[in-house]
């Protein structure tokens, strides 16, 4: 699946679970588990709980994402 074709939402980082994955709640009440995206890992950018992030998800699976952006 490209890039374009995820949804793109905003919400903050809960907790941190074993093997880079955290829950991620968007404002609409979305809880959902994702993981840090390769360039995230690539220069090491650090996401801690209470951090604002851009999830990518899937239009077929919403219940797992992709974190690709921290937001300040």
Do not use: C, N, W
């Not at 829950?23 to 650090?46: D, H, N, Q």
Request: charged share 30%; net charge positive.
């Amino acid at each position: 699946m490209a890039r374009d074709d995820l949804i793109h939402l905003e919400g903050v980082v809960k907790k941190t679970l074993g093997g880079g994955q955290m829950e991620v709640e968007t404002p609409e009440g979305l809880k959902l588990r994702a993981v840090l995206s390769g360039r995230m890992k690539r220069f090491k950018i650090k996401v801690l709980v209470g951090d604002r992030v851009r999830v990518s998800v899937s239009p077929y699976d919403p219940s797992h994402g992709l974190i690709t952006y921290r937001l300040k």
